[in-house]
């Protein structure tokens, strides 16, 4: 399940907005990244992958800290990190720019995208400290940088991606009739957005360079952060959106669909 528990949005001030935030500018490099320790085979560097099959693996239960260093200060106000092992008893996160603490968590409860957001700020180090583990943590991707704020907040009609279960799965059934249980072959998590009214200038600066990425990286989609904050989804773009002109005072609107881990 793709979800972040209520108590993992947080800021560095206040945010109270529920615009959906879609999270895929990454300052997190190969080279801009290190780890306490990493099991052979298994180093920090594969969670700087897109993939969720490659992953870092800690080599044991001790705490944990991951540094990101942001050598050029771009700008941040999130953190994302997909197909993990932290929902733990006991496991904690804690997040600190330049030293200086600006998160702590609580539980973490069962899902493969958390993501935390702040308010923007630039800082030159982001450490994340992973304590209480029971079993040494793993991480497959770890994103930080500046979200893409949508223009107008989601209503009606909108599937939350970690409601969106989709699956293939192959249900037993023997000669005489009798149910003997069920194999599943493959499983995700799909919704579908759908925007309108638009300002021109914000679709073509903001959203349309999202859409016209070649490769499409995924990215940590939240439709409601602070509504429904467990409601975040590690995702991917299906399809080539094409926005159209709504108004004739050039107000567009645009569908598209999120297809991610589940």
């Known amino acids: 399940m793709t979800r972040i528990s209520t108590n993992l949005v947080l800021t560095l001030n206040e945010i109270n907005d529920n615009a959906g935030r879609i999270c895929f500018d990454n300052v997190v490099t190969s080279g801009s990244i290190s780890a306490t320790s990493a099991a052979a085979g298994s180093p920090i560097t ?6 969720t099959a490659f992953v870092w693996a800690a080599t044991s239960t001790a705490t944990q800290t991951i540094t990101i260093t942001n050598g050029s200060r771009r700008p941040v106000d999130y953190i994302g990190i997909a197909r993990h092992n932290l929902n733990q008893p006991g496991l904690e996160v804690a997040v600190s720019f330049d030293g200086t603490l600006v998160y702590q968590s609580g539980a973490i409860g069962q899902e493969q995208a958390l993501l935390f957001l702040f308010s923007q700020a ?8 992973i304590t209480g583990a029971t079993t040494a943590p793993t991480i497959a ?17 909108h599937t939350p991606i970690t409601m969106g279960r989709e699956r293939t799965a192959i249900n037993g059934i023997s000669q005489s009739g009798e149910y003997l249980g069920e194999v599943v072959l493959n499983k995700s998590l799909t919704t579908g957005v759908s925007l309108q ?6 679709y073509r600066q903001n959203l349309d360079p999202f859409f ?10 939240a439709w409601r952060p602070t509504g429904y904050p467990a409601e975040v989804g590690y995702c991917w773009v299906e399809g080539n959106p094409r926005p ?9 609107q645009v569908d598209w669909n999120f297809r991610g881990i589940a």
């Not at 594969?46 to 993939?51: C, E, L, M, Q, S």
């Not at 630039?122 to 400290?129: E, K």
């Not at 009214?197 to 914000?202: E, G, H, Q, S």
């Not at 159209?244 to 567009?252: D, L």
């Open 244 to 252: 159209t002109n709504q108004r004739s005072n050039g107000m567009m």
């Open 141 to 157: 991707v770890i994103y930080a940088g500046l979200s893409l704020r949508l223009e107008r907040n989601i209503y009606v009609g």
């Open 122 to 129: 630039t800082p030159a180090t982001i450490t994340l400290s």
């Open 46 to 51: 594969n969670a700087t992958n897109p993939a």
């Open 197 to 202: 009214n638009l300002t021109p200038f914000w």
């Open 212 to 221: 016209a990425q070649s490769p499409r990286p995924p990215c940590f989609w």
